[in-house]
């Protein structure tokens, strides 16, 4: 019996989008059953970290919060989906829209909760601020994209 394995590496500036799937359990709600606000940006900040280290492949910390607007709130027992989109980059900064959707697990019926933007900074072994890959062109197919096969 063979085992085949597959190894890809996955090159910094290619990945712009992530998604993350929580549950609302009831610490993270206030006495009315939904969730803190600061729940919501907590979520959304990890969210916005990990979107931007898959993009950067660098260490990332949060440098500002955006605007960020509540919709409609989320409920204890509800699931909430982080989609996170690399919207724009600087030389070392990275701006990260971030969606938060309330879903209910047994109905399906989804709602735009929370949406807001982070910019997080790419830095380099020593702390320091440090160049990020350019926002591919959105013009270009996505299928130009070129994942490594050791």
């Known amino acids: 019996m063979t085992t ?15 998604r993350l799937i929580e549950m609302v359990f009831p610490e993270q709600t206030n006495h009315y059953g939904t969730l803190f606000g600061g729940q919501a940006l907590a979520l959304m900040d990890k969210a916005a970290f990990i979107g931007a280290s ?37 030389r070392t900064s990275m701006t990260v829209e971030v969606d938060l959707f309330a879903e209910d697990l047994l109905t399906g019926d989804r709602q735009l909760g929370t949406r807001g933007r982070f910019v997080l900074v790419a830095l380099d072994a020593h702390g320091k601020p440090t160049a990020v ?17 050791p």
């Open 4 to 18: 085949e394995t597959s190894h890809q590496r996955i090159e910094a500036g290619l990945v712009t989008e992530a």
């Open 133 to 149: 890959p350019p926002l591919p062109d959105a013009r270009e197919p996505a299928s130009s994209a070129t994942v490594s096969t």
């Open 54 to 90: 898959r993009y950067a492949r660098r260490t990332v910390v949060t440098a500002s919060s955006e605007r960020v607007d509540f919709h409609v709130p989320v409920r204890q027992g509800q699931l909430v989906e982080l989609v996170t989109r690399i919207v724009a980059t600087g």
